[in-house]
C-alpha cells in the first residue's frame, strides 16, 4: 500500500481565494482524520470521519473551513476564503477501528501558505 | 483544563546511551497512550501504543510505560543511535470519545555520534 497519500505538498495562495486539500486514506481503514500544525499551536485535530460520516468537527476554526469524504477512498479539506493565519502544514491521517492495535498513519501533508 | 505536557523542548544525548522520554497529562482518562515520530518535513509515524491496564510494552530498542496513578508515561530508546534523532510526541485517546487523539508538542532528541 502507497500509504496516505495527500495533494498537493505545497500550496502558496493569496488571502481570499479558495483552498482545496486532498486526501486518499490507507484501503481499508474505517477512520480518517485532518490535522494542522504549527509550531505556536502543535498538532490540532480538526475534523474526524468514520465509515466517511463526520463524527466530530469541533476543532473546524471557522465556518471558512469545510471537509467532505465522498467516498471511502477520497476526502477534501476547503478553506474558503483563506486568510493568512491559516497557514500551517495540514496533515490527513486514517486508522483501523478503535479496538485495533494501530496507531493512526498520517499523510506527507499539504504546506499551505496564505500571502 | 486538560494538558498534556512533554519534558523540555530538546534533548541531547550522546550515541549509545539510554534516552528517556516525558509526557504527563492532566485531566484526561485515557483508555491508552500512543508515541509517535516526527522528522522535519514529514507527517507523524506510529511507534508503539500502551493500553491503561498496561504497564510497560516493549519493540526492539523502545520501552514504553504508563503509570495511570501519575498520569504520566515515560519513553525509552536504548542503546541510542544518532539516526533516531527526530521529535517524539505523545498522544492519547480521549477515553470513550472513540478515535479522537490529543498530541503534545513533542520532544526534539538529538543523538550526538
Known amino acids: 500500500d502507497a500509504g496516505v497519500i495527500q495533494s498537493p505538498r505545497h500550496e502558496v495562495t493569496e488571502m481570499g481565494q479558495e483552498v482545496t486539500l486532498r486526501c486518499k486514506p490507507i484501503s481499508g481503514h474505517d477512520y480518517l482524520f485532518w490535522y494542522r500544525q504549527t509550531m505556536m499551536r502543535g498538532l490540532e485535530l480538526l475534523i474526524y470521519?468514520?465509515?466517511?460520516?463526520?463524527?466530530?468537527d469541533s476543532g473546524m476554526p471557522e465556518d471558512r473551513f469545510s471537509a467532505k469524504m465522498p467516498n471511502a477512498s477520497f476526502s477534501t479539506l476547503k478553506i474558503q476564503p483563506s486568510e493568512p493565519r491559516d497557514s500551517a502544514v495540514y496533515f490527513c491521517?486514517?486508522?483501523?477501528?478503535?479496538?485495533?492495535?494501530?496507531?493512526?498513519?498520517f499523510g506527507s501533508g499539504t504546506r499551505l501558505t496564505v500571502v | 483544563s486538560q494538558k498534556i505536557e512533554q519534558n523540555s523542548e530538546a534533548l541531547n544525548i550522546q550515541e549509545g546511551k539510554t534516552a528517556t522520554l516525558t509526557c504527563n497529562y492532566t485531566n484526561y482518562s485515557p483508555a491508552y497512550l500512543q508515541w509517535y515520530r516526527q522528522d522535519p518535513g514529514r507527517g507523524p509515524v506510529f511507534l508503539l501504543l500502551?493500553?491503561?491496564?498496561?504497564k510497560e510494552k516493549r519493540k526492539e530498542r523502545l520501552k514504553v510505560t504508563f503509570d495511570t496513578t501519575l498520569k504520566q508515561s515515560l519513553f525509552h530508546i536504548t542503546a541510542s543511535q544518532p539516526a533516531d534523532s527526530a521529535t517524539y510526541l505523545c498522544?492519547?485517546?480521549?477515553?470513550?470519545?472513540?478515535?479522537?487523539?490529543?498530541f503534545g508538542s513533542g520532544t526534539q532528541l538529538t543523538v550526538l555520534p
Open positions: 498522544a492519547l485517546d480521549k477515553s470513550g470519545s472513540a478515535r479522537q487523539l490529543t
Open positions: 491521517a486514517s486508522s483501523l477501528e478503535v479496538r485495533a492495535n494501530y496507531g493512526y498513519t
Open positions: 500502551i493500553r491503561e491496564n498496561e
Open positions: 470521519f468514520n465509515n466517511n460520516v463526520p463524527i466530530d
